[in-house]
T-cell receptor, first 115, second 112 residues
């Protein structure tokens, strides 16, 4: 079974530029998550989708971050404009919802460096 | 509020046993997960506890005490490849939906 796919793996941009990340979850997983992981910290949830609806975006800085999951499958996360403090790894995860543990499966992440 | 505490770093010797503790405070506890994360890689699922007690899975075991807000991950017969960060994560249902809250992680270094 294919895992969670993310692209790009690495991105370097200058502050005030925009950037977009893409995620394709595991087939059949209804719930999709975007996390921000700053070096030395645990992942912090930015947004959670159930199919194509937003369940939680309380920690998403909405003045500069946006995310969508239009067809309930893959998703994009955008930052516009980027700030230095946005340098982090952006992890996408998905979960089935019907499994016993409902554990989340993570993609390899996109490492963003803002100069 | 929600709070998860775990030690920042630990070191251990190959072949030994190590216990990584995690304490948490949350209003809508609905399970606790342990994830392993090697440097530069994604977290991978290790274990899940929702009831009090010990869950054993090969060399790894995880314990939960809901009344004490406490969990530990026990790693036996340590191998060099166990050098990684171990993330304690609590599933919280206080908002009417499940949300995973991660601790900062414990960086484990296994040396020969």
């Amino acid at each position: 079974e294919a895992g969670v796919a993310q692209s790009p793996r690495y991105k370097i941009i200058e502050k005030r530029q925009s950037v977009a990340f893409w995620c394709n979850p595991i087939s059949g997983h209804a719930t999709l998550y975007w996390y921000q992981q700053i070096l030395g910290q645990g992942p912090k949830l930015l947004i959670q989708f159930q199919n194509n609806g937003v369940v939680d975006d309380s920690q998403l800085p909405k003045d500069r971050f946006s995310a969508e999951r239009l067809k309930g499958v893959d998703s994009t996360l955008k930052i516009q404009p980027a700030k230095l403090e946005d340098s982090a790894v952006y992890l996408c995860a998905s979960s089935f919802g019907g499994s016993t543990h409902n554990e989340q499966f993570f993609g390899p992440g996109t490492r963003l460096t803002v100069l | 509020g929600q709070n998860i505490d775990q030690p920042t770093e630990m070191t251990a010797t190959e072949g030994a046993i190590v216990q990584i503790n995690c304490t948490y405070q949350t209003s809508g506890f609905n399970g606790l997960f342990w994830y392993q994360q090697h440097a530069g890689e994604a977290p991978t699922f290790l274990s899940y506890n929702v009831l009090d007690g010990l869950e054993e899975k090969g060399r790894f075991s995880s314990f939960l005490s809901r009344s004490k807000g406490y969990s530990y991950l026990l790693l036996k017969e340590l191998q060099m490849k166990d050098s990684a960060s171990y993330l304690c994560a609590v599933r919280d249902f206080s908002g009417g939906y499940n949300k995973l809250i991660f601790g900062a992680g414990t960086r484990l270094a296994v040396h020969p």
